[in-house]
């Protein structure tokens, strides 16, 4: 055993080349990879194996059984744990022993994160370049091995979380709303691009398989020219304290609005009222397209029960999109209206068209899995995500315009 300068090395512990160790440090049996450093008051337990150019900070514990690959960061005060259930005594009352347990592997992957004050379980296997949470966002920001951020957080949070990270070199993806001001998202907009930085905002209904399926019946022009997009999404709760119920729901459906509807909003009208705590609890928003488009949004916390159904109306045909239903979320219906014009009002002649019904098959995706994947690509190859920070800021404008409208009472505001 080796003991000075307050460290604590077993002879049996393998030291690589150029490994930089800070006092107070316990190592015993394992095994440390080349140019590693460690920080102080660091514990390491026989057969555990850390890898070449990892950064392990200080008062962290890493027990028997656990594998970190090379370029790993580990935060303060992070512990692993290699038992599933550990107790201090046995079924009888007696203390533990070694022999009263069995190790249980735990591995980190090449290039991944763990923030402060984190426990791993046993095991757990943290995959290549994945970040376990920390409570110090600067650790995130500091870090040469992290290329993107994502902000989930409360809406009041992201702009000044998001700005950060793009000072700091990242590409960031925001939970919707992308800000809280439409002012906010043009600075990130711009800080983005001067930075040559991707922004993506977490619309992720964009990328369901009904959403993808009416995009692509818009684009191949099923329904004709489209003349109104009508949706309601209600349910009891959930009520949020620091934002409404029109930033809270209205951003998925103004998303999908905005990506389905090629036409630019022209004048937003919202009606609405507080019942519970403060905050509009319920709304009904209608906004106004070129060419007598129009869309109708439907929003509550107060409802008994949970609807999520949007209508759109063309003049060759129509859909209803129900989210709620398990099998065939989308019906498309040939109906219609066809009016024969006459010398006058009186003499025009009204037909109805009512033909089949037919349900699209739609590709079952994990909506949030395909965003990040498209995410990662617009990174790799340097595109511009549809979902952009533009995109972002568009909803934000929508929003600002139906607080603004509310509060006057359905006054008509216009874009």
């Known amino acids: 055993m080796t003991i000075n300068d307050h460290l604590c090395i077993a002879p049996d512990v393998k030291l690589g080349k ?50 970190i690959e090379d370029h790993v960061f580990i935060g303060h ?22 022999n009263d347990w069995t190790v249980e592997a735990t591995l980190v992957r090449k290039g991944a994160s763990v923030g402060s004050g984190a426990t791993i379980l046993s095991r757990v296997v943290i995959g290549e370049h994945a970040i376990v949470g920390t409570t110090d966002f600067s650790e995130i920001l500091a870090s040469p091995h992290i290329d993107a951020v994502a902000v989930v957080t409360p809406a009041w949070t992201h702009f000044e979380l998001a700005k950060a990270a793009l000072l700091n070199g990242k590409h960031v993806f925001i939970e919707k709303p992308v800000t809280s001001t439409s002012a906010q998202a043009e600075e990130l907009i711009e800080l983005a691009e001067r930075k040559n930085l991707k922004i993506m905002v977490d619309h992720t209904f964009l990328f369901c398989g009904a959403v993808r399926k009416i995009r ?40 999908i609005m905005d990506h389905v509807i090629h036409e630019k909003p022209e004048a937003v009208v919202a009606t609405g009222a507080r019942h519970v705590n403060g905050v509009a609890d319920l709304a009904f928003i209608t906004v106004y397209f070129p060419n007598d488009v129009v869309a109708h949004v439907n929003l509550s916390w107060l409802s008994p029960v949970k609807v999520r159904t949007t209508l759109i109306g ?61 995410f990662a690509d617009c ?22 315009a139906a607080d603004l409208s509310l509060k006057h009472k359905g006054r008509i505001v216009s874009l």
């Open 18 to 67: 150029d490994v930089k160790l800070a006092p107070f440090i316990n190592l015993y049996g394992c095994e440390i990879g080349d140019e590693t450093k460690i920080g102080a008051f660091v514990e390491i337990q026989k057969n555990a194996t850390v890898g070449r150019r990892c950064k392990i900070s200080s008062h962290t514990f890493i027990c028997e059984g656990v594998t």
């Open 77 to 98: 005060g992070v512990t692993f744990i290699n038992d599933s259930y550990p107790r201090a005594t046995t079924a009888t009352g007696e203390l533990q022993t070694v």
């Open 216 to 255: 692509e019946l818009v684009d191949a022009g099923t329904l004709g020219s489209l003349y109104y997009f009508d949706s309601t999404r209600v349910n009891l709760g959930l009520f949020q304290h620091d934002i409404s119920v029109i930033w809270d729901l209205a951003p998925h459906d103004f998303s």
């Open 314 to 374: 063309g003049k060759e045909k129509m859909l209803v999109w129900n989210d709620l239903e398990p099998d065939e979320k989308i019906r498309v219906y040939d109906k219609g209206v066809h009016i024969t014009n006459g010398h006058s009002a009186v003499d025009a002649l009204v037909s109805y068209r009512s033909g089949d019904v037919w349900a699209p098959k739609i590709q079952q995706t994990e909506a949030l899995k395909l965003e990040l994947e498209y």
């Open 379 to 400: 990174i790799t190859n340097d595109r511009t995500p549809s979902n952009d920070g533009r995109a972002g800021l568009r909803i934000v404008k929508l929003l600002e």
